[in-house]
């Protein structure tokens, strides 16, 4: 099966032995993962791992916790980075749940980020938490890329998914919603549109439960991450919520993967099966 990881942050300085964990993903069946960078800080780091690995589509963004480190070109940079390393736009988003995270000033960078996907026509992988009601408003509003956007771990009510998929939205599954505690995230993702279906690592974070977790790790100060060959297992966990056999999920997913990010990703030589 060939495997397909939408979302995770492989440049993350917790990270190391990245040969390492591309081999085990490799032996897991990952074909293609969309690695996101975080502020200007890390988009260096993400171009380079794309260079290295042919199996990373980089994805360079400004994520809400971070807006406070912005330079005053940082637009200008993210373009930049987009001309040197084609690639997507991510990670952006709104946040309302992290404690003593400002909101000022998130809703004009999500825009800001929003418009140099939609003028490159490329995915923008989406962080949402707690603000799903302006989120809505603001894709529906704003210039949004014609090929899709990626709502990653997608959290917001069931209710919501119809509208959010007209206005072109795909939706991830982390392994973190494999948890007992996360009953409703896995009964929203039995409502996904299986055109719409994908499948994250959000590696190193995310952490699936002790029994779905194949490949423990730690950081220095023995920290527990996710490792990114973990992939299998989000699928398996996927397929087990969504009642179907693992190898039909992961030629579903392969289709919407490469619809999705196809421009990038058939680019690198993975074709439509």
Known sequence: MRLYDAHNHLQD?????????????????MTKMVVNGASEEDWQAVAELSQQF???????????WYLHERTANWTRELNQALDQTPGVV????LDRWKPDLDY???????????????????????????????????????????????????????EMIESLAKLGAYFSFPGYYAHERKARQRETF???????????????????????????LANVQGKPLNHPANLR???????????????????????NFLRLFGKIAQRDGVKRS
């Open 13 to 29: 300085e917790r990270l190391s032995s990245r040969d390492e964990l591309i081999d085990a993903c490799r032996r897991e069946g």
């Open 54 to 64: 042919p199996e990373v589509i980089p994805s360079f963004g400004y994520h809400p």
């Open 90 to 93: 991510g990670e952006i988003g």
């Open 104 to 158: 000022a000033g998130q809703e004009e960078a999500f825009v800001a980020q929003l418009k140099i996907a939609a003028e490159r026509n490329v995915p923008a992988s989406i962080h949402c938490l707690r603000a799903w009601g302006r989120l809505f408003d603001l894709l529906r509003e704003s210039p949004r890329p014609q090929c899709g956007f990626l709502l990653h771990s997608y959290g917001g009510p069931q």
């Open 190 to 216: 039995r409502h996904i549109p299986l055109d719409r279906l994908l499948v994250e690592t959000d590696a190193p974070d995310q952490l699936l439960p002790d029994d779905w977790n194949r490949y423990p």
């Open 233 to 255: 297992a989000v699928y398996d966990a996927l397929a087990t919520v969504r009642g179907m056999a693992v190898e039909e999920l992961a030629a579903t997913v392969e289709e």
